[in-house]
């Protein structure tokens, strides 16, 4: 801890999606750095276990049980803030589901599950906490959680695809918006172990390390940027601190060992043409010089060291 440890006393926190994982490891910070927080989780025990584990390390923490999504939750949350602790200064967007399937096998309601809770999740409960902030004149700090699934698609993930690349592109209209209220919005793109990274082979040597309690081989900690979720927690607590009021309108990656800016989306190539693009200039431009500056669509991982393969299940 350094030597300001509790650069966030006397603010206060909503951390949605809280009760375990990455949104708990975000939560324990924010208490630890000196925020009350309200948890958030959709199941109790969940939820209740999460604050007694904040309060036992000295933290201050109150919980709502509610699905992240209607407009009810969100109102319903910031008035736990409020009435808990007396205003609300951090919101952390983190809830989310997961129906991962082909397009063709997509139903409407795998999609409209998914968008509901990542995209209207954020929206609503985004809209509620700014407008509070606006409305007391706090300069408040929106952390909205994307992914690398939003910045360059995954396979069977239309869903959450759409909805964490949403969020990025709210998050740059808000740091718009905000401004002049001196309220900073930022997207944080995580990369770390959880239940989902633990059903996928690649990752299998850092996840067993990470659930025996050991450090994770170098390769996934430096090489790709793949950590725990407490790799992550440090950022979230900055971006939320008074030292971060410049950041705003960003995209960030945290994982491991690394921490990376994405760009805003900018073109790769630029050509003009007297005339305009007729069919005939386009087959020979994509032929050629705009064939070669195609950009690459999913995550491009690295083969593993042979001491990191695990045999097939």
Known sequence: ????????????????????????????????????????????????????????????????????????TAQQLVAAAVESFGRLDILVTNAGVLRDTVLWKMSDDDFDTVINVHLRGTFTCTREAVTYMRDNGIRGRIIAIGSPTGQRGNFGQTNYAAAKAGIVGMVRTWALELKRAGITANAVIPVAATA?????????????????????????????????????????AYLASDAAADVTGQA???????????????PVVTAYRDGGWTYDALQESFGG???GALETVGEQFPPLPADLQRPPA
């Open 196 to 236: 989902m990274t633990a059903t996928v082979p690649y990752f299998a040597a850092a996840v067993e390390a990470d659930a025996k309690g050991e450090a994770m081989p170098a390769f996934f900690r430096h090489d790709l940027g793949f950590g725990t979720s407490d790799d992550v927690a440090g950022l979230i």
């Open 289 to 291: 010089e705009l064939g």
């Open 252 to 266: 960030i990656g945290v994982g491991g060992d690394r921490l990376q800016l994405w760009s805003h989306p900018e």
């Open 1 to 72: 801890m350094s030597l300001h440890a509790a650069p966030l006393a006397g603010k206060v926190a909503i951390v949605t999606g809280s009760g375990r994982g990455l949104g708990f490891a975000y939560a324990a910070e924010l208490a630890r750095r000196g925020a009350s927080v309200v948890i958030n989780d959709v199941d109790a025990a969940t939820a209740d276990a999460a604050v007694a584990a904040i309060v036992a390390d000295g933290g201050t923490a109150v919980a709502v049980i509610a699905p992240v999504g209607p407009t009810e």
